[in-house]
């Protein structure tokens, strides 16, 4: 269930000023595969919305692109 919370949470600020477990819960919702390394888990997220651009418009993602959305 906490998964499933997880996959539904609106995401806000900037997606560069997370921390490690935000951007984890992030790749979850995503359904990317997990890795330990910040900077893999980040690179990862950014890959994904670079290969699919509407996400960022998507009012679950777009607070990690726009910050001033206050969703």
């Known amino acids: 269930q906490a998964e499933q919370e997880r996959s539904?949470?609106?995401f806000t600020s900037a997606i560069?000023?997370?921390k490690l477990e935000e951007l984890r819960d992030i790749a979850a919702a995503l359904q990317l595969p997990e890795?330990?390394?910040k900077a893999e888990v980040f690179q990862r997220i950014?890959?994904?919305f670079d290969g699919n651009p509407d996400l960022k418009k998507?009012?679950?993602y777009e607070g990690l692109f726009n910050p001033t959305c206050s969703r």
């Open 16 to 18: 560069k000023t997370k």
């Open 8 to 10: 539904q949470a609106t």
């Open 35 to 37: 890795t330990k390394l």
């Open 46 to 48: 950014l890959q994904h």
């Open 58 to 60: 998507n009012p679950w």
